[in-house]
C-alpha cells in the first residue's frame, strides 16, 4: 500500500511531545519525510508515498505537505487528532528513521541531504538559495540509497 505524504508527516509530528519540550518544525518534518521514503525503498522495496518530493533551496520538500503547515512559518508544528495506521513493516521502518534522525537538529538534517546525489541531480547547476521545483527522481533516490546506505541498513 501506497500512503499519502500528509499522513506520514501527521504521523511524525505526532512522535513529538511538545508539552516536554520536544519539537518539530516544517524544515525538519520535510527531511524526515525524505529520509523515511528513502528508507522504505530500500528496505521494504516499495514507495512509501505518491506523491513527490523536490529539490527546495532548503533541501527536500513534499510541496503538498509544505502547503498544509506554511503558515507555521518556523515555528513548532502541533500535533494533530489523525490517527494514521501503517503496515507493521512501515511503521517499523518509520520508527527507524524515527530512532536515527528524530533528534538531530534540522539544518544537520539539511546539511545531510545537501550531500545527497538525487537532491544535487534534481537542482543540476543551481546555487543552493536559489528557487527549484525540479522533482527528486524516486528512482535516484532509491538507487543512491541503496548504493551508500544498503549494507548498514540491512544490517
Known amino acids: 500500500m501506497i500512503y499519502k505524504a500528509i499522513d506520514v ?40 508515498f505518491s506523491e513527490n518530493m523536490e529539490a527546495w533551496s532548503h533541501g527536500p520538500v513534499v510541496r503538498e505537505v509544505f502547503s498544509q503547515f506554511k503558515s507555521f512559518g518556523w515555528n513548532p ?23 536515527t534522525y528524530g533528534n538531530v537538529s534540522a539544518k544537520t538534517l539539511e546539511h545531510l541531504t545537501h550531500q545527497d546525489i538525487p ?5 543540476g547547476d543551481l546555487s543552493p538559495e536559489v528557487k527549484c521545483s525540479n ?17 548498514k541498513l540491512y544490517g
Open 135 to 151: 522533482r527528486i527522481s524516486k528512482q535516484s533516490l532509491k538507487s543512491f540509497f541503496n548504493e551508500k546506505y544498503g549494507d
Open 77 to 99: 508544528l502541533d500535533a494533530t487528532d489523525e490517527v494514521i495506521e501503517f503496515d507493521s513493516e512501515v511503521k517499523d521502518v518509520l520508527l527507524q528513521v524515527m530512532e
Open 119 to 123: 537532491w544535487n541531480e534534481a537542482r
Open 9 to 48: 508527516a501527521n504521523w511524525f509530528i505526532n512522535q513529538f511531545d511538545k508539552e516536554s519540550g520536544d519539537v518539530i518544525t516544517h524544515l525538519k518534518l520535510q527531511k524526515l519525510l525524505y529520509f523515511s521514503e528513502a528508507w522504505c525503498q530500500v528496505l521494504l522495496d516499495r514507495e512509501l
